[in-house]
């Protein structure tokens, strides 16, 4: 589909609270994510509880910072809803976006399981994992909770300003 031609109307949900207030929790938790990765990095030689996911006597086991495109894609597919009345969302791709942020969610649980399955029994949990776990669950919440059903459908111009018809 082109797109729409000066004058041309769009269609646009209408998010309500409860959509503007998912978008804000899923992108805060991709930054959460983001943020975990980098202070991981920061902290690569040396123990931090709160960004390994694991430790024995010799070994702490972190997220590797190959982990960035993550959260950086789950920002970028998340559909761009501020927490802000009066605002629209454009509805071509937003179901698709949807979806796709949801898997990227999927993805980095089935990541966080598989990295923690593969430890043996020396190695004790720190605070990392959980926090990563229940940041990636969080995550996946919000952006399902953000799913359109319920929501007005309006036209919109290319100014983002609703449109009677």
Same mark, same amino acid.
């Given at each position: 589909?082109? /797109?729409?031609?000066?004058?041309?109307? /769009?269609?646009?949900?209408?998010?309500?609270?409860?959509?503007?207030?998912?978008?804000?929790?899923?992108?805060?938790?991709?930054?959460?994510?983001?943020?975990?990765?980098?202070?991981?990095?920061?902290?690569?030689?040396?123990?931090?509880?709160?960004?390994?996911?694991?430790?024995?006597?010799?070994?702490?086991?972190?997220?590797?910072?190959?982990?960035?495109?993550?959260?950086?894609?789950?920002?970028?597919?998340?559909?761009?809803?501020?927490?802000?009345?009066?605002?629209?969302?454009?509805? /071509?791709?937003?179901?698709?976006?949807?979806?796709?942020?949801?898997?990227?969610?999927?993805?980095?649980?089935?990541?966080?399981?598989?990295?923690?399955?593969?430890?043996?029994?020396?190695?004790?949990? /720190?605070?990392?994992?959980?926090?990563?776990?229940?940041?990636?669950?969080?995550?996946?919440?919000?952006?399902?909770?953000?799913?359109?059903?319920?929501?007005?459908?309006?036209?919109?111009?290319?100014?983002?300003?609703?449109?009677?018809?």
């Amino acid at each position: 589909m082109p /797109r729409a031609e000066p004058g041309q109307l /769009r269609e646009a949900y209408l998010p309500n609270r409860r959509v503007r207030l998912a978008s804000d929790v899923a992108s805060a938790c991709a930054i959460v994510l983001l943020g975990g990765l980098l202070g991981s990095g920061f902290t690569w030689g040396e123990r931090a509880a709160a960004f390994d996911l694991a430790a024995s006597d010799l070994q702490v086991v972190k997220l590797g910072l190959g982990y960035l495109a993550g959260p950086l894609m789950i920002l970028a597919s998340l559909p761009l809803v501020l927490g802000r009345s009066r605002q629209v969302a454009l509805k /071509r791709h937003f179901r698709a976006r949807l979806v796709l942020a949801a898997l990227l969610w999927v993805a980095g649980l089935v990541i966080l399981i598989a990295k923690l399955a593969d430890l043996d029994d020396s190695y004790t949990l /720190r605070a990392g994992a959980y926090v990563t776990a229940a940041t990636l669950i969080v995550g996946l919440a919000a952006t399902l909770a953000m799913w359109p059903s319920g929501l007005r459908t309006v036209k919109v111009d290319r100014a983002g300003l609703v449109r009677e018809t």
